[in-house]
């Protein structure tokens, strides 16, 4: 097997693996999510209401939350159809066509929507810690007020890559720029040994750039209001790691900006990518862990106190 073919095997592997943790995971929260939303519902119908607005107070977003962890699996879809690893002859995608078509969907569907939508998400739960039980995320509306939002934000940026990958390659082919410098600017797929490779337009990536640059910026305001608000030192440390990981999305941005430089398809091409990939993931993944893991856990241990403290009163009156 020739050298590069290997490599980008490999990285097609272990990419594959770590959206699958990554979506069973997410998949585990979700299904704690709506389980605890049921809960809730099935005490306000009954007369067993103690200690309700505790679970309700941790599960308030379970919407946000749940919509969060879809756009994260969308995210991963995404990922896995743009690997060099799924795309060739015999493999998954064979034909060169549509092997474009995809790369051209990935880019608006996870540069456009996914990846936006999936921070902006994060943001907004972030955000919700400093809003008053009227208007934050007790309130029944909120919920849906906030992926209203979310989906209202990204249609500048769907709009952007859309307009990059499927307009830019005309405007340049009519205004007599060379190939060269429509690939680095609006390309999102180039042919590689007979395969097509994904690549990333300049433009998107600055695009990106200055997306993530606004929403770290955002992030670290909300993060100190928080800060100052905050004595736990775990709540602490939990906002400390939000701030760190939207602020190390800038060299992912920085690094798909990059991966236009060396040859598509070969080993620093692919380096870049997969390094971009693992930072996304990594920031992913601490603000899942941070914004719905741990209140889900939370919740659970409220629930178990709550437990013991009936069986404690039952004990009592018998």
Known sequence: ????????????????????????????????????????????????????????????????RITLILVALWWGVGEVLRLTFVNGEGRFISDQTWQANVCKFYIVSNLGFAEPGLFLLLAFLLSAAL???????????????????????????????????FIGPHIASNDGQTSKVAKYWYSASSVHDG??????????SIFLGTFYTVLTLYVIFVGGQILSLVINKGLRRRVYMLIFATGILLPRAMFLGLSVLPWPGEIVHESLVFVSFLVLMIAAMLGIVILVYFPVAETFEVRNQEHIELQTSHSIAL
């Not at 029944?140 to 992926?147: A, G, L, S």
């Not at 395969?195 to 998107?204: E, F, G, H, N, W």
Request: net charge positive; proline share 4%; charged share 10%.
């Open 131 to 165: 809003q008053n039980q009227e208007v934050g995320a007790l309130n029944r509306k909120w919920n849906q007020r906030t992926i209203r939002a979310v989906f209202m934000l990204c249609s500048p940026s769907l709009i952007w890559e859309a307009s990059v990958v």
């Open 1 to 64: 097997m020739h050298p590069i073919t290997f490599f980008t095997n490999i990285i097609g592997v272990v990419t594959i693996v770590l959206i699958s943790i990554v979506s069973i995971l997410g998949l585990i929260f979700l299904c704690h999510s709506v389980y605890f939303q049921l809960l809730i519902k099935w005490r306000r119908r009954n007369y067993y209401q103690v200690n309700d607005e505790q679970l309700s107070y941790f599960n308030g977003p379970w919407l946000t």
């Open 195 to 204: 395969d097509v490779a994904c690549t990333y337009p300049l433009l998107s």
